[in-house]
């Protein structure tokens, strides 16, 4: 083994990666290379040191704050949970009701259908054609939402907020795209979009803590703002422990510190 | 339990046995953003963060590969994250507590000497190389497990794990000069 070919072996030798082929011949080139055998001894000292630097505990505080969160967050999934099965029982009753009105409608318009058949052949099937149509362009608009809302360009992001007030449900696929995009968005416009949007649906709980905690991400004070705005609408206790983590920011801004403090008094 | 079958257990919608995987890691993960942050605060806060990630993306674990490499994915990511984030980084205090084991005063001022060095010296390095080096020396982990984790080849953390100790010698090295002057 040559001088400059220990290097690329040093680090699979510190690190106890080394095949023992390997190990024999480094270990002898470091035996007969006086140069060699220093600058490997100076460098697995700093490697020792490092891998003998002692376990720091963390605070108590921190077993007490997980256990917190944990117990947070199942309440929260429990209640979304009661809240699906709720939607289901009341989906199953609406259901039976929407099929007795649904047979009699079809009872109806078959009738009126069959009648006007042999009169307007042609009207029905152009109006069937637009009735897909419609239903075609419902699910475009929400691809083309969540497709926008992950281009690279801000503006494409923003137009993406912006399909979203055109579609007629709102579902968890598009919560969820929002509040990231109020969580990761770089651009300062797209977030508040992403924000003013989230303001607007009514969504379940476990939601809203993602809203809440996302305020601890937000350096923008115009952000801030709306977000604790938004949060103190909701009356949500859970956000004081957010909030008294924000207040500890270094470069808090002035306005935002006093509405924070503000709020934590409203909210304890 | 291994901690997958506890992961399991957790994406299956046992949300509590998360409490375990805490106890077993928060202390080494703790440690690690500590390290990589040299703040107190910041890294309890980053160890929350890791679990509550955990709990909110558990259905996209599959239990290929090791539970720490993919709880140190996590870990990662939530580091990275934080750099898009100023904050300020605080002078190392070397606390009594990591030199508990030396015997006598002047071994405990020794060590309290050489850990402060030695964590000045780690604050020189890049985040990257930084995170390389703690991985694989005070993590103890592979160079295939970090790779994994980094999302890059083996190949490019071992070049970048041997160029960050030696950066890292030289600094330590100039330190101990400078105090010894």
């Known amino acids: 083994m040559k001088c400059s070919e220990i290097e690329a072996f040093l680090i699979d030798y510190f690190s106890g990666e080394l095949d023992s082929m390997h190990k024999t011949e ?10 060699c055998r220093k600058e490997a001894e100076e460098l697995k000292m700093v490697w020792e040191s490092v891998v003998s630097l002692p376990d720091i505990q963390p605070g108590a505080d921190v077993n007490r704050r997980f256990y917190e969160q944990l117990n947070i967050l199942k309440t929260a999934e429990a209640e979304a949970h009661a809240e699906q099965r709720a939607g289901r029982i009341l989906f199953n009753q609406r259901t039976i009701h929407t099929c007795i009105r649904t047979a009699a409608v079809l009872l109806i318009f078959f009738a009126g259908a069959v009648s006007g058949y042999l009169y307007n052949k042609a009207n029905i099937r152009v109006s069937a054609e637009i009735t897909d149509m419609q239903m075609e362009i419902k699910k475009l608009n929400r691809l083309v939402s969540l497709s926008l809302l992950q281009n ?4 494409s ?3 993406g907020v912006e ?8 579902d968890s696929t598009i919560i969820n795209a929002l509040i990231t995009t109020l969580e990761d968005d770089p651009n300062v416009n797209v977030r508040f979009s992403a924000l003013d949007a989230l303001s607007l649906i009514t969504f379940p709980d476990i939601f809203r803590i993602r809203i809440i905690r996302s305020l601890d991400q937000q350096d923008s004070p115009i952000i801030q703002n709306a977000l604790i705005d938004l949060i103190l609408f909701y009356g949500d206790k859970r956000a004081v422990d957010t909030f008294k983590k924000v207040l500890k920011k270094d470069n808090l801004d002035l306005y935002i510190q006093n509405k924070l403090e503000a709020g934590l ?4 | 339990m291994t901690d997958k079958d506890v992961m399991f257990a957790v994406r299956s919608g046992d949300i509590d046995q998360t409490g375990i995987l805490f106890e077993r890691h928060n202390i080494r993960l703790f440690n690690f953003f ?7 605060q910041t890294s309890e806060d980053l160890v929350q963060e890791v679990f509550l990630r955990l709990i909110r993306f ?3 674990y599959k239990g290929n590969g090791s539970f720490t490499t993919w709880l140190y994915t996590i870990a990662h990511n939530i580091y990275i994250d934080n750099w898009r984030k100023p904050y300020i980084q605080k002078e190392y205090d070397c606390s009594q507590e990591e030199c508990a084991v030396a015997n006598t005063v002047d071994e405990m001022v020794e060590c309290n000497e050489k850990s402060e060095l030695l964590e000045r010296a780690l604050m020189k390095l890049t985040n990257e190389e930084r995170e390389i080096l703690i991985l694989s020396t005070y993590q103890k982990m592979k160079y295939r497990e970090i790779a994994k984790i980094m999302d890059c080849s083996t190949g490019r953390i071992k070049q ?8 890292l010698k030289a600094i330590y090295l100039q330190l101990t000069n400078e105090a010894q002057r």
């Open chain 1, 26 to 35: 480094l270990e002898r080139h470091l035996q007969e290379c006086e140069l």
């Open chain 1, 152 to 155: 690279s360009s801000p503006s």
């Open chain 1, 157 to 159: 992001r923003l137009m």
């Open chain 1, 163 to 170: 399909w979203i007030y055109k579609l007629d449900y709102i």
């Open chain 1, 265 to 268: 008094a409203m909210l304890q």
């Open chain 2, 34 to 40: 500590y390290r990589l942050t040299s703040d107190r």
């Open chain 2, 58 to 60: 558990r259905e996209t």
């Open chain 2, 160 to 167: 970048r794990a041997f160029r960050a100790i030696k950066k």
